[in-house]
């Protein structure tokens, strides 16, 4: 434990020593009861709790793994069993020091919901995401260093409604990587893009390529809809319900009832056809009226008449 | 009409009370379920905002609200529409386009960064990273060893399925050349062995055949050309079903069409069932006696 700390110690002074050398060229000698330089100071203390439940799929696991990457202020915990109360979580935060906390919340392998929780005194908003891409999955060609500070770069639908503002208060202080965090890289590369669309927020995060606006993307990809806000953290009274919210549930059973009349359509149209046919089944020309039923001669008599009537 | 049921499940008798009472009517009943009420506390999402809202400067939350940024004048069009959409209420039209949100986002992205690189600036932090300076990055250099192969490889993997198709195509060219060549021979052959027979025999008493042979080829040749350009006026299907023709045969029973039948054996019409593979090659009798 003793050398782990020491070699963080002198990674954090190196640092410093780098910073102050692109300010003022520091003298050749120093006297050696010069004061030490002191530490630059880590005031935002924000500590993010990020883990999941029994449940996640593989690609869950991996969105976990990635935004754990991100996020240098992140600590990692055990997958939680789901039948203990979600309230168990406030106590897990303070546990580990952490205000912050991110759960992976899911359900059969298959649907994810996130929750985004202030610890211990809310609010806290339940996310189902949809739309998952990791890093390593997406082909990108961007990339940044590991636990640099992200620029977040908010649209401008976050300023205009009071459920977004809220949302966007808790992205900067979860995603907001603190300065002279001790795992953090002193330099901006990339930015965390948050845009709402179609009452979704998509998430994207770009490597900064150059200072005149050129980005790359690196990944991950999602989306997360937001379903509520809560008051407390993990409890409380609801503050906003997503009216547009439809259960993954439920999408997936419409899209197999609009399957389900595929069959008997064809059926019945079938059916009809045949029926159809059975009972004109020389319909086809019309010379063939003549001879469907009756006296052949006198119809042919009849048209003849009516022809010499026409002239 | 329609009535709002008070429970669910509903006796025959209350049925019977209400029609009598005249609140139901005969016709189709149909329960009316209420709207769900959806909550919106604005008041207390505020003060939930003001309870947790962090006193940090801005260099410590790095947040910034941006627009869509505009882009090359031959692109803008583009965005005018989009946003034409978006106002419209068209929101799927830009949701379910791949192109057109990414573009959308990219955007989006570089304003933030254009604003964010002053501010950044203004706070004297750096975003440059030195050229010597080396920390583990966000992906793996395997991981992007692997991006910057994928397109390389799509590239040459390619490159090959065209060669092979290339090369498979051209034997075949050249294997039906030279069958057609052998058979044009073999017919040369015959027919001026024939003729030549018919000489002998006093069938014929000029000797034309040996000068104006090379012409007739040429006609020959003409005529198989003109065919060729009838292949080409084939439509697509009309074309496969020919080349499927020819590779499988076509119509009635493959199963013993080589085998030996008394015609075969005792000469009869002297013309084979089957396509050999050595055509031109004639009657054994016919060739022995040319040679004399």
Redesign the interface.
Known sequence: MAKKNLKRKQKTQTEVV??DE?KVILPLVRRSDEPVIKKAKW??RERVLVFGTRGISFQHRHLMKDII??LPHAKSANKMERKENLFVVNEMCKMSHCNKCILFDGRLQRDLYMWFS?SP???SIKFNVESIFT??EL???G?????S????????S??EH??Y??L??MF??IF?V??HHPKS???????L?F?V??NRI?F?N?Q?LD???A?A???PRFVLQPIR?F?GSFCG???????FYVTPAKTRRLLKDNKKDKYTNNKIQRKAKKTKELLAPFRVKPENEIFRDGNVKEKAKHVIAKNKKAF | MTIVMSSDVDSEEELLELYASGKLKPGLNIPVEEDKV?????K???E??A????S?PW?????????V?PMAPELSMEITEQQQFLKAGK??E??LNDFK?ET???R???????R??EL?RKHN?????PED?F?????SDE??Q??RH?PLQRKTSLEQTEKVRRIRKEKKLAKEKQVAAIQAKHKQKRDFNENIKKFRKGLRNDLDFLETDSGKKNKKKDDGGGGGEKKKNLSRAQHKRKGKDTKYGFGGKKRGMKENTTESTFGGSGKSNFKGKNKGRINKNKRMSSKK
């Open positions: 780098k910073e692109s005031i935002n990457k991100l202030n005194d809310g609010p890093s390593a082909k990108l060609t990339n940044c260093l590991k636990g500070r992200p620029l977040l770069s908010f649209d401008n976050f300023d009071p459920q503002s809220l966007r208060e900067v202080q907001g603190p300065d890289q002193p330099f901006v590369d990339n930015v893009n845009s669309l179609d998509w994207r770009y900064i200072e005149n606006g980005i993307e690196i990944g806000i008051k009274e609801t503050l906003w319900e997503n009216p | 959806f909550i919106n506390n604005v207390a999402m505020k939930a905002i309870s947790f809202q962090s940090l260099s410590e939350r790095l947040d910034i609200v941006a627009e940024a929101i799927d830009v949701a949100r959308m986002f990219h989006q992205a570089q304003t933030a960064v254009m964010g690189v950044l932090i750096a975003t440059h990273r300076y920390a583990e990055m966000f992906k991981h992007m692997k991006v994928a």
